[in-house]
């Protein structure tokens, strides 16, 4: 497993291609493919590892990202066979290097598109939840087996989750067992997109392909702003809105691209 040959030699994702997960560049999309079917693409370690390593250091010409999983899962969670016996500060330590790997991920340079199918479950879940847009194939089903498996989510679910379904759901989740599929992980907020079965990744890497050409900084404001000021009282995020849009609307980028549609030269907004 080595990284696209278009990209120079870089000894961090060489060895992120070693522990499983691959990197090539599509344009200006970077996909990158969590290679580990044999275990359902279960995060070990050095999964994690690499997957915080790649999203640290995405080639300069990324300007979006899409993540999936090979074979016929996009991911089956912490690797259970290396849930060794760990002290507190031990456990600690394991899960804020989750926590850094998934920040890399919702708090990187660029948007980032995940492609589901299959099992989307446990740790797998809170890696999906760390991207920004989901699109989820037919055969797609949530779960967060924790509850049964006498654990707790360590990898920044307890934050995303319920960002997007309610803690209600989550708590639900957890209790019961409930598993969700692919119809009603769309319908209660899992997923922004539902596709055919096997046409995820190709409709993330449309999407992607889409995003990266917005300007980097309305694409930044959208990923690194907005959650914040979604977390700020309202007249803190009201300012925090006012700042950012004043920067994103002075870059040379959006003068042109407002120029362009006053001299009928952009796209107008079409009804699909
Ligand atoms: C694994 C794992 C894993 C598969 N850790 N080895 N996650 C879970 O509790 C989910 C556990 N996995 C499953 O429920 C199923 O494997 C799947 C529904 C995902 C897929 O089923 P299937 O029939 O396609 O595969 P399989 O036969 O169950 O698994 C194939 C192999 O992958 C098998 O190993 P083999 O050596 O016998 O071939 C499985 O043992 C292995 N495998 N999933 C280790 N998760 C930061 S905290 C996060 C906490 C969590 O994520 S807890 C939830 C863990």
């Given at each position: ?25 599509q344009g200006a999309v970077a ?33 979006a ?143 992607a392909t889409?995003?990266a ?60």
């Amino acid at each position: 497993m080595t990284p696209s040959p278009s990209l120079a030699p870089n000894p961090i994702l060489e060895r992120a291609a070693a522990n499983g997960v691959a990197l090539d560049m599509q344009g200006a999309v970077a996909v990158v493919r969590l290679c580990r079917q044999a275990k359902r693409n279960a995060l070990n370690d050095g999964l994690i590892e690499a997957l915080r390593d790649v999203f640290q250091n995405l080639p300069a010409q990324a300007r979006a990202a899409v993540i999936h999983g090979e074979g016929d899962h996009f991911c089956a969670g912490l690797d259970l066979s290396e849930l060794k016996e760990r002290d507190a500060g031990e456990g600690i330590h394991h899960s804020r290097g989750w926590h850094v790997a998934l920040n890399a991920v919702e708090q990187g340079r660029v948007p980032v598109v995940a492609a589901l199918h299959g099992a989307v479950v446990g740790g797998g879940l809170e890696l999906a939840s760390a991207s920004h847009i989901r699109v989820a194939d037919e055969s797609t089903f949530y779960a967060l087996p924790e509850g049964t498996r006498g654990i707790f989510v360590g990898g920044g679910g307890s934050v995303r989750v319920p960002k997007l379904i309610g803690t209600a759901r989550m708590i639900d989740m957890m209790l019961t067992g409930r598993v969700y599929d692919a119809h009603e992980g769309e319908r209660v907020g899992f997923a922004q997109y539902r596709v055919p079965t096997g046409t995820a990744l190709s409709k993330a890497i449309e999407l992607a392909t889409r995003i990266a050409t917005n300007a980097p900084l309305t694409n930044f404001a959208l990923t690194h702003a907005m959650p914040r000021i979604a977390e700020q009282p309202a007249d803190h995020g009201l300012f925090t809105e006012a700042l950012i849009a004043s920067i994103a609307q002075a870059a040379p980028e959006a003068k042109a691209r407002v120029r362009a549609f006053l001299e009928g030269k952009a796209a107008k907004v079409q009804k699909s």
